[in-house]
């Protein structure tokens, strides 16, 4: 069976007497046991709920995980994930990561739980084998990074975490499991925000982490079950529902992205661009390699704060917000935004830099949106 129809065809209640077409939300904490002794598939829904299995299932056959967990958010499973480094262990990250998970690795891993950290530019090979030390249990990468579209050599990353015997983490949320697989580059986990695109409709929080090894699965649900960060009845089935037109959005959602790289490309306003399939962008060979498509976020700089602040203020069709991968399109400068949690002196992201998520609507509509907000009497 093809992706496309795997969203949609699959059994959407195993064991359920009446034969729902779409999966019912088992909206309970517990489940009657058989006896005293136990017995029955669940117990308790911080540790398993059949909607949350299902929509976990459909996710990790996206990615092909053989396990799939879901947890409340992304931060959450990235706080599963992180649960299995031990104080005095290190980790590595890229230099340039989600604002929300470089404050929890410095605010929380190494403040509190004696953790340490190297981020490095995940772009340069070397620098990615000298950051290796001998307590190095865990690295971390985002391709494309998140705002700069850094491109990470998968499987050469792989190779070298296997060599140093360290966990090989890959931040799939900008691609979605539409786009890549980092699994079958050799990624040993997966995390997945499906606040974006898997949900796709920006109405619920949720986060996926998607392994093959029985054993790491095991570990990782064991700190999810221990820690308490499962994933919702009603949020799951959210997330299942938003699913199956995965596909659907984000092929309109590249195309519409496409057409607008195009006319940002000409701009005489706009002094750098930044989309992962691009020809002047100097991943772009590996990126096309890894991924099936540039996914819909572009990144802009205008060498002027000034006008960068205007157009995210006075485009009409973009929602000024953070976040990503909804069907909505939405604008934002994430210095002040999505990335504020990063002190300005440790990002090298721009200040006039515009990032837009890119939605489903006609990219016509949205083109001429983003010229009346380009154009004012100071900038033509
Ligand atoms: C949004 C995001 C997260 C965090 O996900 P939440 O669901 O907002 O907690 C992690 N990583 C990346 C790359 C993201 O874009």
């Not at 999966?23 to 017995?39: N, V």
């Not at 409340?72 to 340039?96: C, F, Q, R």
């Not at 700069?148 to 015997?165: D, F, G, P, R």
């Not at 661009?273 to 819909?296: D, E, F, I, M």
């Amino acid at each position: 069976m093809k992706r496309e129809t795997e969203l949609i065809s699959f059994n959407p209640c195993p064991d359920d007497p009446f034969h729902a077409n779409s999966t019912p939300i088992y909206q309970t904490a517990t489940f009657a046991l058989e006896s005293a002794l136990g017995g029955g598939k669940y117990d308790y829904s911080r540790s398993g709920n059949p909607t949350r299995d299902i929509v976990s299932e459909q996710i990790a056959k996206l990615e092909g995980a053989k396990y799939g967990l879901g947890s409340t958010s992304g931060m959450a499973s990235l706080n599963v994930l992180l649960g299995l480094v031990k104080s005095g262990e290190h980790i590595i990250a890229g230099d340039d990561i989600y604002g929300g998970t470089f404050r929890l690795i410095t605010k929380r891993l190494l403040t509190h739980k004696g953790i340490t950290v190297t981020f490095i530019d995940i772009t340069d090979l070397e620098k990615v084998k000298q950051a290796f030390k001998p307590n190095t249990r865990l690295i971390l990468v985002e391709t494309p990074s998140n705002p700069l579209q850094k491109i990470a050599n998968l499987a050469q990353i792989a190779e070298l975490s296997k060599k140093h015997q360290t966990i090989f983490a890959v931040d799939n949320s900008f691609m979605s499991p539409w786009l890549q697989q980092p699994l079958n580059f050799g990624a040993d986990v997966v995390i997945n925000s499906a606040t974006k695109h898997l949900s796709g409709h920006s109405d619920v929080s949720g986060g996926f982490l998607l392994v093959n090894n029985d054993e790491l699965a095991k570990e990782l649900s064991f700190i999810q079950n221990a820690e308490g960060c499962a994933l919702a009845p009603f949020d799951s089935w959210l997330i299942l529902r938003g699913l199956k037109t995965l596909g659907l959005r984000i092929e309109r959602q590249t195309q519409n992205s496409e057409i607008i790289v195009d006319y940002l490309q000409k701009h005489k306003l706009v002094t750098k661009l930044y989309y992962p399939t691009l020809s002047s962008h100097p991943g772009s060979n590996l990126h096309k390699q890894q991924a099936s498509g540039g996914g819909n976020i572009i990144c802009f700089e205008t060498n002027n704060i000034d006008l960068s602040t205007q157009i995210v203020n006075k485009t009409e069709l973009f929602n000024i917000s953070v976040s990503f991968g909804g069907v909505h399109s939405s604008i934002s400068l994430p210095v002040n935004m999505s990335h504020a949690a990063i002190l300005k002196t440790e990002h090298q992201i721009a200040s006039d830099l515009v990032r837009i998520s890119v939605g489903i609507e006609d990219s016509g509509d949205l083109i001429a949106d983003l010229e009346q907000a380009f154009n004012t009497k100071y900038y033509t």
